[in-house]
């Protein structure tokens, strides 16, 4: 079966980003030694040195699971390392990073960082708005609580 000319830029593009962050992370490009780094981080996601390869050579996109692996060693948005979606690619978050958030949570601020930087705004503006409807929620009832009109 022949692939399709997508298909096999797709695969390209990602072994480009996926070199050009090993390269920014001083790591090695060489299928073996990459394939030893990516293995001791994959917890039983291991990658064999012909699976590596074919990342690096652009014959194959690695699971998203794997993919997680990488963008986490690599210091790179995993939607940044897939698909190349520069506009997301600074923006990095890891559950470990931010105790006490669950997954959901993560996912909102993902969602809210990917957003353009003018509907970022009007959401810290919506965010601002219910902030200061709750906080004068709050004193009326502090207000109600300690015997004052408000």
Known sequence: MMDSKIADDERKSFSGRLIAALRDNAQST????????????????????????????????????????????????????????????????HADDVPGLDSQQLMLIHDIMSLPPAAQLIMRDLVDSFL?????????????????SS
């Open 30 to 93: 060489q299928s073996s030694q990459f394939c030893r780094e990516f293995n001791l981080r994959a917890d039983g996601a291991a990658v064999t040195v012909h699976g590596a390869r074919k990342w690096l050579h652009g014959e194959s996109i690695p699971t998203q699971e794997k993919i997680l692996i990488l963008a986490r060693w690599l210091n790179v948005n995993p939607a940044w390392l897939r698909f190349g979606d520069a506009e997301n690619s600074q923006y990095i978050i």
């Open 132 to 148: 200061r409807h709750d906080g004068m929620q709050t004193a009326r009832r502090l207000d109600r609580q300690h015997g004052h």
